[in-house]
């Protein structure tokens, strides 16, 4: 017999989930972790963790440390330690909200400050545009403008998101994974 056994690789990713307060961050990690999805809203203090397991392919598991970090958190000095040793980040804002939208830029260059990878490159960082069932058909219309936006700003990608109705979630991590495991 013949008992050769396929080497598993496993990973263990550090992954940021931030932006404004009640964008939805919260409720993507609990939708893509527990599939599950509450109305209620109540605001993260300070952070919470989530641990998401990938068979990414049938020989190499992947772990996925998600840092669920507050809103209020970008008025605070804490993100520096927060950020620390992060290997991918998602960028939330809220597709009712435009302010949310405006502020994405500061959250990007908060992170591009205070976290690199060891080549010295910026963390892969991959923008979601939550909560677009509460959008009206065809409403994210500008696509080359949220196109260049990505590439000014040092974006991979971005997903219009629905933690609600459970839309884009997982494409949107797979690019993000798939992109860290790239450049490893
Ligand atoms: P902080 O922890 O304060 O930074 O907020 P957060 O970004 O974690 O937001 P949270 O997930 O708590 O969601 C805020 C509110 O938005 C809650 O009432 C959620 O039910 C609601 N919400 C989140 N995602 C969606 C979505 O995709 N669609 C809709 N319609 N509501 C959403
Ligand atoms: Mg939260």
């Known amino acids: 017999l013949d008992t050769h056994v396929a080497e598993t690789n496993e990973h263990l ?5 931030i932006g404004e307060l009640g ?5 993507i990690i609990k939708r ?16 919470d963790f989530a ?13 996925l440390q998600l840092w669920d970090i ?30 949310t939208f ?9 992170l591009d400050n205070k976290v690199r990878l060891t080549d ?6 991959v923008l979601l545009a939550n909560k677009c069932d509460m959008l009206k058909e065809g409403a994210v219309n500008n696509l080359t403008l949220m196109e260049k936006f990505c590439q000014d700003n040092g974006f ?15 494409s949107a991590a797979k690019c993000l994974v798939s992109e860290i495991v790239n450049n490893r």
């Open 51 to 63: 641990l998401k397991v990938l068979n990414w392919d049938s020989n190499t598991l992947i772990r």
């Open 23 to 27: 964008t939805g961050k919260t409720s």
């Open 156 to 170: 991979i990608g971005w997903y219009p998101t629905s933690a609600k109705d459970n839309i884009n979630i997982e």
């Open 70 to 99: 507050a809103g209020q958190e970008r008025f605070g000095n804490m993100t520096r330690v927060y950020y620390k040793e992060a290997v991918g980040a998602f960028i939330v804002f809220d597709v009712t909200r435009m302010e």
């Open 120 to 125: 010295g490159s910026t963390v892969p960082c």
């Open 13 to 17: 990713y550090k992954i940021l989930v």
């Open 102 to 110: 405006a502020a994405v830029v500061k959250w990007k260059n908060d």
């Open 32 to 47: 893509y972790v527990n599939n599950f999805f509450s109305q209620q809203y109540r605001a993260t203090i300070g952070v």
